[in-house]
């Protein structure tokens, strides 16, 4: 049985149509139905608890901060208000001579919900600068400049900023037993040793 050019060519673009479609369509989620989750993207107001400076610090020294609001998903509590979390000094330099400044730089790790779920943040923070009058310095005294500091940077506790959780985080607890779950844990906050 001969196949008319035109059937066959139909079939082709139908075909190729559906492998354009397919190329297009959104990924399969890793989402588990039915438990529910903290949104990846979800911002977290938090004030600083260490003080940190760029003249003492150093690069891994653990910096705990703490809500300053609660988080609630489907109405319920999730991370209280005052709960503790971790970030990590990524960078500390201590000011220079010449008038070069300090630079911190923060990276979120985590904090825990009630129930004890991990929760991964992100927060690419930093400060640099301050820095001496370099144009003073230069006309006033010369090569003898080189003996003015910048100054440290500093990041005094109370310092409020925000976090955003780093991926969609599973509480491994559905809408139904959500409130009850949360309800019977404990808070949980970080301790540094």
Do not use: H
């Not at 588990?32 to 003492?56: C, F, M, R």
């Not at 230069?138 to 506790?157: C, D, E, H, K």
């Not at 491994?172 to 309800?183: I, R, S, W």
Request: with cysteine; glycine share 10%.
């Amino acid at each position: 049985m001969k196949v008319p050019k035109i059937l066959v060519i139909a079939v082709l673009m139908v075909f190729s149509c559906n492998l354009v479609g397919f190329a297009n369509a959104p990924q399969v989620s890793n989402l588990i139905p039915g438990d529910v989750y903290i949104p990846k993207g979800t911002l977290l107001k938090t004030e600083i608890i260490t003080p940190i400076n760029s003249g003492k610090n150093k690069v891994n020294d653990i910096v705990l901060f703490k809500t300053t609001e609660s988080i609630v998903i489907n109405g319920v509590e999730v991370i209280p208000k005052g709960t503790t979390g971790e970030a990590i000094v990524t960078k500390a330099t201590p000011a220079g001579s010449w008038g070069k400044g300090g630079k911190l730089e923060l990276a979120a790790k985590s904090i825990k919900t009630l129930n004890g779920i991990e929760v991964p943040l992100t927060l690419d923070a930093q400060k640099s600068g301050g820095g001496a009058n370099m144009v003073l310095g230069v006309i006033a005294f010369g090569v003898f400049s080189g003996f003015l500091r910048g100054s440290n940077q500093n990041i005094p506790t109370g310092t409020k900023f925000q976090v955003a959780v780093e991926s969609d985080t599973d509480l491994q607890v559905t809408n139904e037993t959500l409130a009850e779950v949360m309800k019977n844990s404990k808070i949980v906050t970080v301790t540094v040793q």
